[in-house]
């Protein structure tokens, strides 16, 4: 499995709202992929990995940056920008973007995107005949936490994954402790 499988996987993946559910946030993309890693154990078989490290907002693949470029360039995945906070965003407590900057970002710089699979890309998945134990462990993690607000998916990674928090400039706030 590539690094594009499993990526493409996770966006094609039901979640609680019906077939291939949009996924809001390169955060949360983030924190998914980790989830994918680490709890179910799916590796990157062929290629390079995504490399997981501590970083300001809990582990972090600067890997996936590219390959959202890439996957995009090839018509495998759309993005749009998120006009509107959805529902889920509205619930985030304190997790806007601008709160997370703070006053050294404007929040005019950031564009946050609701990522999707395109049919070109389940059209380039189904012709892959991918291991199917594999496939089903990626839609387990998009059923169980893709539905999860913001903070609530941050505290269960932070809480679970200590040892990738070690850079968070959030820490302190995700986990309630001052």
Not at 20 to 42: A, D, H
Not at 122 to 147: C, F, M, Q, T
Request: no cysteine; glycine share 8%.
């Amino acid at each position: 499995m590539t690094r594009t499988d499993i990526l493409l996987e996770l966006l094609a993946a039901s979640g609680v709202r019906g077939a291939s559910t949009p996924i809001v946030g390169t955060t949360r993309l983030q924190k998914l992929l980790f989830l994918v890693e680490r709890e179910e154990g799916v590796q990157v078989t062929e290629g390079v990995d995504f490399d997981f490290t501590p970083y300001k907002f809990g582990p972090v693949s600067k890997e996936i940056y590219d390959d959202l470029t890439k996957l995009e360039n090839l018509d495998y995945i759309s993005s749009e920008p998120v006009s509107e906070p959805t529902s889920v965003e509205r619930d985030e407590f304190g997790f806007s973007f601008e709160g997370l900057m703070g006053d050294e970002e404007s929040t005019e710089s950031f564009e946050e995107k609701r990522y999707k699979i395109t049919n070109k890309g389940k059209d380039w998945l189904a012709n892959r005949h991918l291991s199917s134990p594999e496939v089903e462990k990626i839609r387990k993690v998009k059923g169980k936490y893709g539905s999860l607000s913001l903070s609530d998916l941050l505290h269960h990674v932070y809480t679970r994954y200590p040892d990738m928090t070690t850079a968070s400039e959030i820490k302190e706030r995700v986990l309630g402790v001052s």
